[in-house]
């Protein structure tokens, strides 16, 4: 069973480390944020038992998006790790870590994705993976493209990988994103900026670790993902 006990209904952070419910530089949370108070709802038998979402789910190459595929994709291989911690630094076990990414061309596999940038039939851009007894977990991939979106005039999303992580059940999901070191985008990206503390935003970016790399092979980012208190990664469950 994965170590993880259902989400508290109150979470312990400042206003600005969190991204609010409407953003009005992000157009779609204008649409898509609620209008009337939220309510809370119990959480009965089914969604504190089932379906477990644990190792029996994850292939052996589920880690590693680069051997998912006869060929080798297209960009730049890359290798994110870390661990996924409570807000005390405990690590979370056997807890089921999904990512989905762009190529490195910035284009997502995906029907609604109309970006005129070439699709990798090496890379598909999905992976997930298991932390293990001290939380750790680790992905090899390529490192995202930049891509246009359209949410204001020239508007481009910085390179980023999704996370998602899963508790016992689909209703115990928070999801994140990793961004990159540096990047020059990160000041016209109202998604990143909707996290207003700088110091809770750049915990939403990855560090690169020299120590960590593949000689000649991959460089290496790690990314942890502390679930709850004052050092707590921003979450897209409040977004």
Do not use: C
């Given at each position: 069973?994965?170590?993880?006990?259902?989400?508290?209904?109150?979470?312990?952070?400042?206003?600005?480390?969190?991204?609010?419910?409407?953003?009005?530089?992000?157009?779609?949370?204008?649409?898509?944020?609620?209008?009337?108070?939220?309510?809370?709802?119990?959480?009965?038998?089914?969604?504190?038992?089932?379906?477990v979402l644990g190792s029996?789910?994850?292939?052996?190459?589920?880690?590693?998006?680069?051997?998912?595929?006869?060929?080798?994709?297209?960009?730049?291989?890359?290798?994110?790790?870390?661990?996924?911690?409570?807000?005390?630094?405990?690590?979370?076990?056997?807890?089921?870590?999904?990512?989905?990414?762009?190529?490195a061309a910035g284009r997502?596999?995906?029907?609604?994705?109309?970006?005129?940038?070439?699709?990798?039939?090496?890379?598909?851009?999905?992976?997930?993976?298991?932390?293990?007894?001290?939380?750790?977990?680790?992905?090899?991939?390529?490192?995202?493209?930049?891509?246009?979106?359209?949410?204001?005039?020239?508007?481009?999303?910085?390179?980023?990988?999704?996370?998602?992580?899963?508790?016992?059940?689909?209703?115990?999901?928070?999801?994140?994103?990793?961004?990159?070191?540096?990047?020059?985008?990160?000041?016209?990206?109202?998604?990143?900026?909707?996290?207003?503390?700088?110091?809770?935003?750049?915990?939403?970016?990855?560090?690169?670790?020299?120590?960590?790399?593949?000689?000649?092979?991959?460089?290496?980012?790690?990314?942890?993902i502390v679930l709850r208190?004052?050092?707590?990664?921003?979450?897209?469950?409040?977004?």
């Amino acid at each position: 069973m994965p170590d993880w006990k259902p989400p508290a209904p109150y979470r312990s952070h400042a206003p600005d480390e969190q991204p609010p419910l409407e953003s009005p530089e992000y157009g779609s949370t204008r649409l898509r944020s609620p209008r009337q108070p939220l309510v809370a709802l119990p959480q009965g038998l089914t969604e504190l038992t089932g379906p477990v979402l644990g190792s029996d789910r994850v292939g052996p190459l589920d880690h590693d998006l680069t051997r998912q595929h006869d060929g080798e994709p297209q960009g730049e291989r890359i290798e994110v790790f870390g661990r996924v911690l409570d807000g005390d630094g405990r690590p979370v076990r056997d807890t089921l870590v999904e990512v989905w990414q762009t190529n490195a061309a910035g284009r997502y596999l995906h029907a609604g994705d109309r970006h005129p940038a070439p699709l990798d039939p090496n890379f598909t851009g999905a992976g997930r993976a298991m932390t293990d007894s001290e939380g750790r977990y680790r992905f090899v991939t390529i490192k995202p493209g930049a891509y246009p979106w359209r949410n204001h005039h020239n508007a481009w999303r910085p390179a980023h990988i999704h996370f998602s992580l899963f508790g016992h059940a689909f209703t115990q999901r928070l999801v994140t994103q990793m961004y990159f070191p540096n990047d020059p985008l990160f000041d016209q990206d109202p998604i990143f900026n909707s996290v207003r503390d700088p110091a809770a935003r750049q915990r939403l970016v990855a560090a690169f670790d020299l120590g960590a790399t593949t000689p000649e092979w991959s460089l290496a980012y790690r990314f942890d993902i502390v679930l709850r208190g004052r050092d707590a990664t921003p979450m897209e469950d409040e977004a």
